[in-house]
Structures are given as C-alpha cells and as structure tokens.
C-alpha cells in the first residue's frame, strides 16, 4: 500500500548510499583528511564551558557566521544565505523556483543533486552532456543552445566538476550568465578553494548568478553540515523563502566562524593537498592500465581496466574509492580524494600491485 503512495517520480529513486564499513583508508567522499585545528578546539571547548545556550534555539538567520563570510569575500552579507551543506540549499533553491512543468539544465556527468532535487519538486531535468573524449571539458555553446531550446529555470555548473575535476573559465562561466538572462545560473564551487578560478566578484554585477559554497571540503568541516550562497540581495531573498527555520545548529555557526578566523592553517592544507594532486597525478600516470584526468580540485578521476575488479580489491585492502564504473559517461572510472602523503601513498602502492598482477 505504502508503495503506491510514494509519488511516481520518487519511486525509482535509491537511498544515498554511503560506504559505511570499517575501513584503513578512506578517500571515497572528498572529505579533508585534516581535522580540526588545534587553535579552533581550544576555542570550541571555552565556549561550550562558558555559556553555551544550547537550551536556546539558534539565530534563524546566522547573522554572525554571515557577517565573517561578507568580509571574507567583500561582499554583502544580505546577499549571503547558509545552509546545513550547500545540498540544502540546492533543495531550497529548487523548491523556491522549480514546479511542475519547469525546467532545469545540469551537467552530466557531475553532481546528482541538481537532477534528483528537481524530479523531487516535479520539474523537468534536462542534461547537457560534457564529453569524456575532450577530458570532459564545458563547452558554452553547448550551454547556450540548450538554454534556446528549454528555457530553464535553473542552470548549473559545478566548477571544478565533481567527479571529473576539470573546470570552466571565469569568462565563459560569465559569458553564459549574461546570455541566459533569462535563467538563474548556479555556480556550484564546492571545490573552488581548490583553484584560482570563482565568479564570487560578479554576484555584484549579475542579478541571475548565484555561487555555492560548503565548508564540507576544503575547510575540513564535513561533520558540521554548512555551506552557503552568495548573489545579489534580491535573489537571496528570494531563496530565502523557503529556507527552513533555524537550519543552521548554535554550535555548526560557531565553528564556522571559528574556522574563517584561522585562514593560515586552512590555507596551509589546502597548498598540501593540491601539491599531493599533483604529485598523485604523476605517480598515477606511470601505472600501466590507468588513464588520468587533470583536476582542478581535491580528488583525481581515473579510468582503469577491469574497473569494478580493481575497487573490489582495494576495497578487500581497507582503501575506500568512489566506484562510477556504471555511471553515464564515466564507464570504468574511479574517484580518488587527495588524503594525506602517507595514505595516498598506500593507495598508490595497492593499486600498483593489482594493476601489475591481473
Ligand atoms: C560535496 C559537494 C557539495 C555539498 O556539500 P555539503 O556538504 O552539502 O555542503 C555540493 N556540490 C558538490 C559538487 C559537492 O561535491
């Protein structure tokens, strides 16, 4: 009976399937492999012995955590809206413009949230492909004619892509912005820390583009659930409508501004990590069997032979990957996040072996 409850268009859906077993070496989730810093843990456990109001509910509006952002970016804070993970406000934005009959315009592959949120509201999903023969490039006209066609709603590009780890350029992510007037462009930049290339300047100019932002990756805060938006104030008010009260916990706002007073060390990671890429990239494209895509983030694609063999048998060695090999367009890919020295080491040193004994 249940069953036929279920709207038609969530039925086929599965659950978000996260590896939950016991693992070595986790660099399945583009998660940080740094924790919290020392100088943010003294402060956190002050407050929590100090006066921690946790009886209370906390600021519905994160007017502090937005008033750090606004400085960190030099933009206005009434142009800022947190979320718990930029995912929710993925979902927010969705619901707030997206109904039956409306259409939105996604890269596949990337990031599945754009599509499942809009079937979710009822709307249209509609994917414009990127091709893995060019490393999976954006290509704008592509953007453009869609856009002519379907007239979306709601345009996405996740920059860097997950998983693909390529990006657009500041002047063609812009360039589609001006054309597609008509629609809001979403600028994911989830993994935008990671390179030197956001449209975060721009929400002043262009009343359609908004940018996300999560302090899930690079800052290394997975576990608080926070991200944000930022855009003109207009459009901020209009996500706002639909954000639910109180989204964000007393103690998530409070590290998230902890952690934006400590930039020195978060930038020192963040240096690590793309060093490690780059020295990953290296290494990985000496295996025998194993393709290499440039990124521009905290992950590396590759396409290996005899795919779900090799996740297999890492996963056998306690080394957690991501498996697409069954994905559109990512036939034979694996998604490895950059970890620390030491566990990218073991990884490279397991897959070596598997790769040279098939
Ligand atoms: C991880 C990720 C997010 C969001 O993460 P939250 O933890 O919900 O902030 C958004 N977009 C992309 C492309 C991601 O990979």
Redesign the pocket.
């Known amino acids: 009976m249940i069953e036929e409850l279920i709207r038609p268009e969530i039925r086929s859906f599965t659950p978000y399937n996260a590896n939950q077993q016991p693992y070595k070496i986790k660099l399945d989730?583009?998660e940080s492999p740094f924790n919290l810093p020392l100088t943010v843990r003294e402060k956190l456990s002050e407050f929590i012995k100090n006066d921690p109001q946790l009886n209370l509910y906390p600021d519905t509006d994160s007017i502090q955590l937005r008033k750090t952002i606004s400085e960190h970016w030099d933009v206005d804070s009434e142009g800022i809206i947190v979320?718990?993970?930029?995912?929710?406000?993925?979902q927010v934005m969705t619901n707030v413009f997206i109904g039956v009959g409306d259409k939105i315009l996604y890269p596949v592959p990337?990031?599945s949230?754009y599509r499942d949120s809009c079937l979710i509201a009822g709307g249209t999903p509609v994917k414009y492909l990127l091709n893995p023969e060019d490393g999976y490039e954006y290509s704008k006209e592509t953007i453009l004619e869609a856009y002519e066609k379907e007239q979306p709603k709601i345009i996405y590009i996740?920059n860097p892509?997950?998983?693909t780890g390529n990006i657009m350029s500041v002047s063609d992510v812009i360039d589609v912005v001006k054309y597609c007037r008509k629609s809001i462009v979403v600028v994911?930049e989830?993994?935008g820390e990671f390179c030197d290339n956001t449209v975060i300047p721009y929400v002043k100019e262009y009343e359609n583009l908004l940018v996300?932002?999560?302090?899930?990756?690079a800052y290394g805060l997975?576990g608080i659930?926070?991200?944000y938006s930022i855009s003109c104030k207009k459009l901020a008010s209009a996500v706002n409508l639909a954000r639910p009260p109180y989204n964000i916990s007393s103690l998530s706002q409070y590290i998230a501004q902890l952690i934006l007073s400590d930039k020195e060390e978060i930038n020192k990671n963040i240096e690590y990590l793309i060093e490690q890429r780059e020295w990953m990239i290296g290494k990985l494209s000496n295996i025998k069997g194993v393709e290499v895509y440039k990124s521009y983030?905290n992950f590396i694609l590759v396409k290996v032979d005899n795919c779900n063999d090799v996740y297999n048998r890492l996963c056998e060695k306690g080394i957690f990957v991501r498996n697409f090999g069954l994905a559109p367009l990512l036939t034979g890919c694996l998604r490895i996040s950059i970890g620390t020295n030491e566990q990218n080491s073991i990884f490279l040193d397991e897959l070596s072996t598997i790769c040279y004994n098939k």
């Open positions: 989730a583009n979320g718990t993970g930029s995912d929710q406000l993925i990337s990031f949230m996740c892509n997950n998983p994911d989830a993994y996300l932002r999560t302090f899930s990756k997975a659930r926070c991200g983030a």
